[in-house]
């Protein structure tokens, strides 16, 4: 929420500082330009991010689903074929939890931050 914040008050920073001073409009004019397309990118991925994280997530749970499957059958092929899914599960979580505790905190679900890394 931050980022969409800042980005607004620099959107309405560059078009007030373009029509009320003559010696910085051009300034004002490119900040103004530059921070309304920004901001335009920022409300277009946030939808686009936010479910695909979502996905992400369910898919979290299936691969916590096969992992307690595998280990309930004790089959140790198929529990070490799924030791890279682990790491890589563990690796998506521990990297969403982060970006959800920074000004990119808007585009990621609060749900992430309640995910237990697998084991």
């Known amino acids: 929420m931050l980022l969409l914040i800042i980005l607004g008050v620099l959107l309405i920073g560059g078009i007030v500082l373009a029509n009320v001073s003559y010696d910085f409009d051009m300034v004002g004019g490119i900040t103004a330009i ?8 920022a409300l277009i991925m946030l939808p686009l991010s936010y479910y695909g994280i979502e996905g992400e997530i369910q898919e979290y ?9 595998a280990r309930e059958r004790n089959n140790d092929f198929e529990n070490a074929a799924l030791q890279q899914k682990i790491i890589d599960t563990n690796r998506w979580l521990a990297s969403h939890q982060y970006w959800n505790n920074t000004i990119f905190d808007i585009y990621i679900p609060d749900e992430v931050t309640q995910l237990k890394p697998v084991r």
């Open 61 to 69: 749970k299936s691969v916590v689903k096969s992992l307690e499957d």
């Open 34 to 41: 530059i921070a309304g397309v920004l901001l335009l990118i």
